[in-house]
């Protein structure tokens, strides 16, 4: 088949596809000698660019030359950009190489790939979703769909062992974030009348600067104090060369460290060979704190379902080989702790799901910028296996517009939130509004993302009108904006129907002049610069009077 899942870590990134006896199988990296491909790009020069482990090693000493980490800067606003040889690329263009290097790997050993879906946090927004979409399109790949990092693991750990319903931790811990969500599975009945396990995602948390990058940084600076220490010099005199050679090293010591009760690091400095041995208890002593943190952040997210029992809890990412995580987690849920292939666990279950799509579309492809897939050929273990669940998106954030309440005697910008966050998705909610002021020639009405499951937000505006995009407990985003032109003698009692619909594609906004009949559908998203009016004017309001 020429489906594959792919986990597009922030550190690592890993391809999967089911093999025909479904089987979901990691696609091996040759170079690397590795399953996975380090999600970094060096930009050597203006003919060269290179991805992966080979990229890594620049990092101390032509760290102006690579980019590592751009899973926190997808989809972001105001993005940030990176500047190579006169050229300048996007995040989405960082990610779509490193795409296009996991394509490469398939290629290279002979075989197809056309069809993907590409895992993303459970806390990315839709412009981040869309952005990651954006990216493996750009690397010449079908994108049938995303799936959330938690989900895919639940799936990959069902297709081996087939459970009732249950309730499961997701305990991932990356090289760069941390993410702990609870899902539920649920046996449910199907369009076909067949039993099917569906997975949903009840609750999720996390830290996006917390990772194995975190442990690294604590065994790098012990290194370097000891090498300092062994030769009598301070930090600023190490050279980066042998910071380089430090920086690669501790991360394999701290993977040995996942094994063995001590690890040896071996470097030149200025000539003279220092060897350091760095024992596991030692490695445990530097991180503990590490290590509460991310209890703490397990602990944050069963309060957000009080009452809830954890029947599983699955070890997820690289980081949790190590020991000191399977401990604290072992403590905290006795004999509920599984972990199978933490690192490869989130691309399996993307190729599962890919698969799933693929059988459900009968092994035709719908895609418009795919070629022909219509002999793709769906081996009868591949079928059963993707027949056995489906999964239930839910909408990531919560959604509505801005428009003007009464407030006594004055009028305040409120955010009313027709989709809250959880809701099933295609989620759609429509309501009637009206023209601020009689004759309005225009409204510009503005749609939001937030994190909150109230049904109103005051004030979503500062003093400027500026709209509020960085209150913090709500973070609320402006996503943009849509106009709705009016025509001549257009009364303040004109009923205009706002309706939003978010789907796995995004947000469509559409308002309806239901006195024209016009319909209004062209969304402007923030990022086509739009020009966000500071005054009250051209807005909707709520009450009809
Ligand atoms: P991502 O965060 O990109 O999704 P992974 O889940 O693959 O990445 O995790 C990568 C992290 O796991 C890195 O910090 C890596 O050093 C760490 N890691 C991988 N294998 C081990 C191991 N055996 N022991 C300790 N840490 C490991
Ligand atoms: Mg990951």
Avoid at 29 to 42: I, K, L, T
Avoid at 81 to 109: C, H, M, W
Avoid at 464 to 472: L, M, S, V
Wanted: glycine share 6%; with cysteine.
């Amino acid at each position: 088949m020429s489906t594959y899942g792919i986990d597009l870590g922030t550190t690592y990134s890993c391809i999967a596809r089911l093999d025909s006896n479904g089987n979901p199988e990691v696609i091996r990296n040759n170079e690397d000698d590795s399953n996975m491909v380090a999600s970094v790009v060096f930009f050597e020069n203006e003919h060269n660019v290179v991805v992966g482990q080979a990229a890594k090693e620049n990092i101390e000493t032509d760290g102006d030359r690579v980019v590592q980490f751009v899973k926190r800067e997808i989809g972001k606003p105001n993005g940030r950009t990176y500047e190579f040889d006169g050229k300048t690329y996007t995040p989405v263009e960082i990610s779509a190489l490193i795409l296009t290097r996991l394509k490469n790997l398939v290629e290279s050993q002979g075989n197809e790939i056309e069809n993907v879906v590409i895992t993303v946090p459970a806390y990315f927004g839709l412009e981040e979703r869309s952005a990651t979409k954006q990216a493996g399109e750009l690397a010449g790949l079908h994108v049938l769909s995303l799936i959330n990092e938690p989900t895919a693991a639940a799936l990959s750990y069902c297709a081996r062992q087939f459970q009732e319903d249950r309730t499961i931790l997701v305990y991932d811990l990356g090289g760069g974030t941390f993410d702990v969500t609870i899902i539920k599975m649920s046996m449910t009945r199907n369009a076909q009348g067949k039993d099917v396990q569906k997975i949903n995602v009840l609750a999720s948390d996390g830290e996006d600067t917390l990772g194995g990058k975190d442990w690294d940084d604590r065994l790098f600076n012990h290194v370097l104090r000891a090498c300092c220490d062994e030769n009598g010099l301070t930090p600023e005199e190490i050279e980066v060369e042998t910071r380089q050679d430090i920086r690669s090293k501790v991360e394999d010591a701290k993977r040995k460290l996942s094994k063995k009760q001590s690890s040896k690091v071996r470097i030149d400095v200025n000539g003279s060979r220092t060897e350091i041995t760095i024992s596991r208890a030692d490695f445990e002593n530097m991180t503990s704190d590490l290590v509460n943190t991310t209890m703490m952040l397990v602990d944050r997210v069963l309060d957000k379902i009080p009452g809830v029992e954890i029947d599983t809890v699955l070890l997820v990412g690289g980081s949790t080989y190590m020991p000191m995580i399977q401990n604290a987690v072992e403590a905290k849920f006795p004999d509920k702790v599984q972990q199978h292939d933490p690192d490869q666990a989130v691309a399996k279950g993307a190729a599962i799901y890919a698969s799933m799509l693929v059988v459900e579309e009968g092994g035709v492809n719908s895609g418009e910028t795919s070629g022909d897939t219509s002999d793709e050929k769906i081996p009868p273990a591949v079928e059963q296996l993707t027949a056995k669940f489906t999964v239930e998106d839910q909408t990531p954030r919560s959604f509505g517009p801005g428009v003007m309440d009464t407030k006594g005697s004055k009028q305040v910008y409120v955010l009313e939130n027709f989709i809250k966050i959880g809701e099933k998705m295609p989620a759609v909610f429509s309501k009637t509004y009206y023209p601020l002021e009689d004759n309005q020639e225009r409204v510009r009405l503005r749609a939001f993302e937030n994190m909150s499951l109230e049904d109103t937000l005051i004030p979503c505006v500062d003093e400027e009108g500026n709209p509020q995009t960085t209150d913090p407990a709500n973070a609320v985003k402006l996503l943009g904006e849509l106009i709705v032109n009016l025509p001549p003698d257009t009364s303040r009692t004109t009923p205009i129907k706002v309706t939003f619909k978010v789907d796995a594609s995004g947000v469509h906004v559409e308002a309806v002049n239901t006195k024209t009949n016009e319909v209004f559908e062209t969304f402007l998203r923030t990022e086509s610069d739009i020009d966000v009016e500071k005054s009250a004017v051209h807005q909707l309001r709520i009450s009809a009077d």
